[in-house]
C-alpha cells in the first residue's frame, strides 16, 4: 500500500469508529430512558405521566394536552 491508500484508510476507519460510536451512544441513552420509565411504573407512576416526565424531548404537544386533562 502505497501512503495514499493508507490515508484513506485512516480517514474511512475514523468515519466508521465516529459513526458506531454515536449509534452506540444513542442505543445507551435510549436503554437508560426506558429503564427509568419502567423503573417509574413499577413504582406506582402513571404510565403515561411517566412516560411525559421522563420521555425527554418527545411529542411536546401530548405534554401540553397532559397538563391541560391534569388541569380540569
Known sequence: MDGDQRFWIKIWYAIITG???MVMSISGC???RNAKISEAIKNG???VEAGLALG????IS???VSLLNKEK
Not at 425527554?56 to 411529542?59: N, Q
Open 19 to 21: 459513526f458506531i460510536a
Open 56 to 59: 425527554g424531548d418527545r411529542d
Open 62 to 64: 401530548a405534554k401540553i
Open 30 to 32: 435510549t436503554m437508560h
Open 45 to 47: 407512576a402513571n404510565p
